[in-house]
C-alpha cells in the first residue's frame, strides 16, 4: 500500500516524496508544541486505533475523541470545531 500511495503521489504532484517526510509519527515527534489529536471511533479511513498510536509519540498532545462522525464529517461538527476554538485561544 505504500509504494500505492507514493506512487499516486508522485504522478498527481509531479514530484517524488519520501514517505518519511509525510509520515504522521515523525511529524508528531518533532513538533514540541500544543498539539490537539482529533479523531472518531467510527473512521473507517484510518483506524482509531492506528490515529492513537500518535499520542504515544506526542505526549504533550492533548486527546478529543468523536463518535458517529467517520473521516470527513468530523471536520464540519460544530463541537469539534468549538474545541478547536477553545484550544487554539488557550
Given at each position: 500500500?505504500?509504494?500505492?500511495?507514493?506512487?499516486?503521489?508522485?504522478?498527481?504532484?509531479?514530484?517524488?516524496?519520501?514517505?518519511?517526510?509525510?509520515?504522521?509519527?515523525?511529524?508528531?515527534?518533532?513538533?514540541?508544541?500544543?498539539?490537539?489529536?482529533?479523531?472518531?471511533?467510527?473512521?473507517?479511513?484510518?483506524?482509531?486505533?492506528e490515529a492513537m498510536k500518535l499520542e504515544t509519540f506526542a505526549p504533550q498532545a492533548t486527546r478529543l475523541v468523536?463518535?458517529?462522525?467517520?473521516?470527513?464529517?468530523?471536520?464540519?461538527?460544530?463541537?469539534?470545531?468549538?474545541?478547536?476554538?477553545?484550544?487554539?485561544?488557550?
Open positions: 500500500m505504500r509504494q500505492r500511495a507514493l506512487k499516486a503521489l508522485a504522478n498527481t504532484y509531479q514530484i517524488s516524496w519520501n514517505w518519511d517526510d509525510i509520515s504522521p509519527i515523525n511529524t508528531v515527534q518533532q513538533y514540541k508544541g500544543k498539539l490537539l489529536l482529533i479523531h472518531d471511533k467510527d473512521d473507517h479511513a484510518v483506524p482509531y486505533h468523536t463518535k458517529g462522525l467517520g473521516h470527513r464529517k468530523i471536520l464540519m461538527s460544530k463541537d469539534v470545531i468549538k474545541a478547536v476554538i477553545n484550544f487554539l485561544k488557550d
